[in-house]
């Protein structure tokens, strides 16, 4: 059974951090490549962060380079998005997810590239 758990989201003032959590099962965590989307309210799903369990590559979004960091550690099956500088825009559902094939670089931010997909965390940044 394929599982993907978002945690980490919640309320921060503009200029904070959070930082997400993706817990995956183990047959997940073989996927080739993990990502982070974000969809705003009657917005469609946008590419923010991606990484290559292999060799450990990874992309960003423009809006969120400098300022965002995706990471995994192997030992927990667990993907990480560390938010810094979160500014209101960035206001949205989280959401984690996995390939279980390779995805080139220029369609690595197309989510029906995508097989996996968790339920979302939600990141609110308002004073």
């Known amino acids: 059974q394929v599982q993907l758990a978002e945690s980490g989201g919640g309320l921060v003032q503009p200029g904070g951090s959070l930082r997400l959590s993706c817990a995956a099962s183990?047959?997940?965590?073989?996927?080739?490549?993990m990502a982070w989307f974000r969809q705003a309210p009657g917005k469609e799903r946008e590419f923010v962060a991606a990484?290559?369990?292999?060799?450990?590559?990874?992309y960003y979004s423009d809006s969120v380079r400098g300022r965002f960091t995706i990471s995994t550690d192997n030992s927990k099956n667990t993907v990480y998005l560390q938010m810094n500088t979160l500014k209101p825009e960035d206001t949205a559902v989280y959401y984690c997810?996995?390939?279980?094939?390779?995805?080139?670089?220029?369609?690595?931010?197309?989510?029906?590239?995508?097989?996996?997909w968790g339920q979302g965390t939600q990141v609110t940044v308002s004073s």
């Open positions: 997810s996995g390939s279980g094939s390779h995805i080139i670089v220029s369609a690595i931010g197309l989510p029906r590239m995508y097989d996996y």
């Open positions: 183990e047959r997940t965590f073989r996927a080739y490549t």
């Open positions: 990484i290559r369990l292999r060799g450990l590559n990874t």
